[in-house]
């Protein structure tokens, strides 16, 4: 009762997105550090640092994407990476092969982006489990061939010449400012992700996710919950794909692989189910298991052969995956929470 | 009893799944502002009532009106955006929401922020998720659960599952809610809890449609009871009634108990 | 060629395909009903088989091991796989949700896929024949023998496992395990032993169907795009139907076959792009697929 009253007071700081002096303390410290960061790895090395950032910059966007599919509505998809396939392709035609400026290409395919989520979710909302998983398995198979059968695509070629965005008088061309306008375009959507997790169209998700009769019964419409889903959802995919064709300035069919999708589904495991962070701390652990096994395969320190360390990321990925499953299902987000509570109580044990 | 006082009215229910019947010619009339009870024993259609009346069951047959509305056919959601709200008898129903999760999940249609709006840390959408969490920590202290705001379900006892459940229903707001089996399971101490919440929804103006075993709770808290069975309805009226109605004494009261028995309360 | 003729071989042709994927589905099925996992690493069982059996066999130029020792031993190190993945995986995940043992599948998937690549590449390699080869005429129709074979192989295969299932006392055991796996339980039904069975025998049959396949196209990791074979088969069959299987592969064989020969000129990959369609329609027509039964769903 009386904790009640207390918290009557401000329901505001249930609702922020970052709550106290030590979150924004920590926000500032983020900041600061993600700024000087390419600063301080082009000091030592070639850019193949900020390269690696920017891919994992991309690699965020799309995974939240996912977790608002899978993990918040709880529809297994496997076939994000389409998603992604299906904005970079369009984003690729509009620019070089019709001509649009770049921003009207990239807004025009991210939004047929979104509406082909919203196509693939409508065979999906009449099932259940699984059955979205082979749904959108089909859609993969499927985009893919469309894709590499179109002319307009440049068939197994695909499209080069894609360009780069310019913000102003300012062209992103280089890696170093490339890594600037992804890591804000990265912060808006995890502000983005973060606010529709506290709002209604978010629990709507979770109540869906949780128990299909009972959203209904709460007056959820819930094909209408699970169309959403994939519209935000792939409207992220979209984003993340735009600008990865943009990046790498071509888009190939190989570009956007099913293993990235699996890959993607296992990261927000790890990370955490439902979680936007999750996602987050996902993306950056398993990026960073890659990184660190492809420099062990390129030093020379092991003599492997290259054919061996793909293999060795496969299986690396794939146990990382299996362990946290079995082991941690919570993900990294469980792991962290409770560190944080056996800190505050510390001497006093769990 | 003038037609407008009747909040919903369900005539000639017919249900069947593979030739057993579940509903037959099921008639029912709610006046507004009452406490409804359906009584039976196990199978004899009162869940399958709630269900139809919530959409998730479409009956073969028979009408159902709400407030002036048909809702026969109606999707659930649609008929909880009516101002109907149920209970679920098992609430084991929500593996990873805490009790604020589903509370705020159930302010749904009460909002109405659109989809990219709630992509936005400020303006509408947070406008509203703050007055929901208003009106949610006053069903929290009406309903006593303070204590498990934090607490997600899936860790929750039975009873407090059940309190819940209650306080999720309330938080719609509706116009006539739906309990299927409130109290079963539950210790007294429990049970009078429940009891005493449900009349505070009562004293609230809310009509009530009360699915219970615990034939006694029934007999204090109804206005009427209809007693079902086979999916047919075999007698009607004021607990007095009743329990004096030798047939259904005999077969659910026992003659001693069904002695005497009064609507006590309220 | 007469165009009849050419209808006539390619459905027959298709058919024996279709024979082999029935069989390969129902090693999915078996994991599914029996030990609970969507295992979508399947398709990776099946290509270690075959390699396994590559291994043992040997190449066209270099043969190793007599054939049905080396198809014995196959299988032999199939059921040891099979069960090495219950012991070390899905035994310490029997009580978890079907999702969370769905994404320990796909870590499987990944772990298979490193170990393929690690030991034996990613090149295509040819293996000596495990079947007569040589084209077979009937009337103005050819076939090619292996395919034959192949085919009569997976049918006894598949006619041993129904058995298996409709007949042995623990293959009724574990069907009422699927029914009802608490009630079983009191039966005194182990669900320990079922997983191990169910595994063994999925990873038998993912093996067996990975030979019968590669002895017509090679040894390859495209064998594991055999999972959306499967996908298909299973969703047209319906996911609780074993012997649906076998119909539901000559279904989407014969389909695929027809499909390739008149439009693949038009369209690569069409008979994938066929079989994700199959899946759709099927799934928006009849989600319990054509042999499977559709659950009464409570409130």
């Known amino acids: 009762m009386k904790r009640g009253s207390r918290r009557q007071a401000d329901y505001g700081r249930d609702v922020a997105l970052i709550g106290g002096l030590r979150g924004w303390t920590a926000l500032a410290v983020l900041l600061v550090a993600t700024v000087v960061l390419p600063q301080l790895l082009s000091v030592t090395d070639n850019m193949k640092w900020v390269t690696f950032l920017n891919f994992t910059l991309l690699t965020i966007i799309a995974v939240l994407g996912l977790q608002i599919i899978t993990g918040m509505a709880g529809q297994i998809s496997l076939g994000h990476s389409a ?113 529709l997790a506290r709002s209604r169209i978010g629990r709507s998700f979770l109540a869906v996710r949780d128990n299909e009769v009972t959203a209904s019964g709460l007056g959820i419409n819930v094909p209408g919950a699970k169309l959403r889903a994939f519209f935000i959802g792939s409207l992220f995919a979209g984003i993340a794909g735009v600008f990865w064709t943009s990046y790498v300035t071509a888009v190939r069919i190989d570009q956007f692989s099913l293993w990235d999708s699996i890959w993607y589904l296992g990261m927000i495991i790890i990370g955490g189910l439902g979680s936007t962070a999750g996602a987050v701390l996902g993306v950056l652990f398993l990026q960073l298991v890659r990184q660190v096994l492809h420099e062990i395969t390129a030093s020379g320190v092991v003599p492997l052969s290259i054919n061996f360390s793909a293999a060795l990321t496969f299986a690396v990925y794939g146990l990382a995956i299996i362990l946290f499953i079995a082991f941690r299902p919570h993900g990294l987000m469980a792991v962290w929470q409770k560190l944080k509570t056996s800190y505050k109580r510390w001497p006093f044990g769990e | 009893m003038s037609t407008s006082n009747i909040i919903l009215h369900s005539e000639r229910l017919e249900l069947s799944f593979g030739g057993i019947k579940a509903l037959d010619s099921m008639s029912v009339e709610v006046e507004k502002g009452q406490i409804l009870s359906l009584i039976g024993p196990n199978g004899a259609g009162k869940t399958c009532f709630i269900n139809c009346v919530t959409g998730y069951y479409r009956p073969r047959e028979g009408q159902i009106v709400f407030d002036g509305t048909d809702i026969l056919g ?183 108990e069904a002695d005497g028995q009064q609507a006590a309360c309220p | 060629m007469d165009p009849v003729i050419t209808l006539i071989q390619l459905i027959i042709s298709g058919a024996l395909v279709g024979g082999i994927y029935g069989l390969i589905a129902m090693g999915f099925v078996v994991a599914y009903r029996n030990a609970r996992v969507f295992n979508i690493a399947y398709g990776q069982l099946a290509v270690v088989g075959a390699f396994v059996a590559w291994t043992f066999v040997g190449s066209p130029a270099a043969p190793r091991l007599p054939v049905p020792f080396a198809v014995v031993a196959t299988l032999a190190v199939a059921v040891l796989l099979g069960l090495v993945v219950e012991w070390l995986l899905f035994r310490r995940m029997i009580d978890r949700s079907q999702f969370a043992t769905f994404v320990a599948s796909l870590g499987l998937l990944g772990v298979l896929q490193g170990l393929v690549m690690s030991v034996w590449g990613t090149k295509t390699l040819a293996m000596a024949p495990v079947f007569p080869k040589g084209p077979l005429h009937l009337g103005g129709i050819v076939l090619a023998r292996e395919y034959l074979w192949a085919f009569l192989v997976a049918v006894l295969l598949a006619f041993v496992i129904t058995l298996f299932f409709r007949r042995t006392r623990l293959g009724l055991a574990m069907r009422a395990a699927y029914d009802n796996q608490a009630a079983a339980r009191t039966l005194g039904v182990s669900v320990r032993l079922s997983s191990q069975v169910a595994w063994s025998i999925s990873a038998v049959i993912a093996a067996a169907g990975g030979i019968l396949i590669a002895t017509v196209g090679g040894v390859s990791m495209a064998l594991s795009e055999l999972v959306l074979v499967v996908l298909a088969v299973v969703l047209i069959a319906g996911m609780d139907s074993v012997a649906g299987c076998i119909a539901g592969g000559l279904v989407l064989a014969v389909g695929q076959n027809l499909v390739s020969y008149y439009a693949g000129a038009y369209f690569t990959g069409i008979e994938s792009v066929f079989s994700m369609v199959l899946i759709l329609i099927v799934l928006l027509v009849r989600p319990s697929g054509m042999f499977g039964t559709k659950p009464i769903e409570r409130v």
């Open chain 2, 74 to 256: 109606m999707r659930p959601h649609r008929i909880a955006r009516l101002g109907i709200s149920r209970t679920f008898q098992n609430p084991n129903t929500y593996p990873t929401m805490t009790a604020l999760d589903i509370l705020l999940a159930a302010r749904y249609m009460h909002c109405r922020a659109g989809m990219m709006e709630c992509l936005a840390p400020f303006g509408r959408s947070r406008r509203e998720e703050l007055q929901s969490r208003r009106s949610i920590e006053e069903v929290i202290t009406f309903t006593h659960i303070e204590e498990l705001r934090k607490k997600p379900i899936s860790m929750m006892s039975y009873g407090q599952r059940k309190q819940v459940e209650i306080a999720r229903a309330l938080v719609m707001q509706p116009r006539l809610v739906l309990l299927d089996e409130p109290m079963s399971g539950l210790d007294d101490v429990m049970k009078e809890m429940v009891c005493e919440l449900i009349l505070d929804m009562h004293r609230q103006g809310m009509t009530i449609v009360l699915v219970e075993h615990d034939i006694q709770t029934v007999m204090e808290l109804s206005h009427k009871v209809a007693v079902l069975d086979h999916g047919q309805k075999v007698a009607e009226g004021t607990p007095a009634e009743i329990s004096r109605d030798a047939r259904v004494a005999s077969a659910y009261l026992g003659r001693n």
């Open chain 1, 83 to 195: 998603f992604l396939m299906t904005g970079g392709y369009i984003m690729a035609i509009l620019a070089t092969k019709l001509g649009f400026p770049f921003w009207i290409a990239a807004f025009l395919a991210v939004l047929a982006t979104a509406s082909v989520g919203v196509l693939v979710a409508l065979p999906a909302i009449r099932l259940k489990g699984f059955y979205v998983a082979v749904v959108t398995l089909a859609f993969f198979t499927i985009s893919q061939h469309i894709f590499q059968n179109l002319s307009i695509a440049g068939g197994i070629w695909g499209l080069s010449n894609v360009p780069g965005p310019s913000v102003g008088p300012l062209k992103i061309i280089t890696d170093t400012s490339w890594y600037y306008f992804l890591l804000l375009l990265t912060a808006i959507c995890i502000i983005a992700s973060a606010s």
